[in-house]
């Protein structure tokens, strides 16, 4: 992993939203059309043209869209969360009185340890 220029984005814990439009010449809707995503890092919400098509959290991470598509131009937004562990884990690199959160767990089990990938990871497709 490559660190960002911003190292609050190395840290996030959070939601990501992620928008995209693309456009359909026709819309078949006799045969399921899915929207398939490669990895989701931790939970995903799915929103095609306003309408929410579900969560996604375990793989396979894919949704059937059909109902949602038009011909012509539509939108997509994916909103996707994480957990707190990379916060945490930044957390205990500050002194405590430059930290943001605040746990009674115990946390010395994430010194030292990688960050949680966040976010979707390869490829985000709609197929037939």
Do not use: H
């Not at 012509?72 to 930290?99: H, Y």
């Amino acid at each position: 992993m490559i660190a960002p220029a911003d190292a609050a984005t190395w840290f996030y814990s959070g939601t990501a939203l992620y928008q995209n439009e693309f456009t359909l010449d026709a819309v078949n809707k006799n045969s399921p059309i899915y929207l398939t995503i490669d990895s989701v890092f931790n939970i995903a919400t799915v929103v095609v043209n306003g309408i929410d098509c579900g969560t996604l959290w375990t793989p396979p991470y894919k949704l059937d869209i059909t109902k949602t598509l038009k011909p012509g131009k539509n939108s997509i937004e994916i909103k996707v969360s994480n957990t707190w562990r990379n916060r945490l884990i930044k957390d205990l690199s500050l002194p405590e009185e430059e930290r943001v959160t605040w746990t009674t767990a115990p946390l010395e089990a994430l010194k030292n340890k990688p960050l949680s990938k966040a976010g979707l990871e390869g490829k985000v497709r709609i197929e037939q």
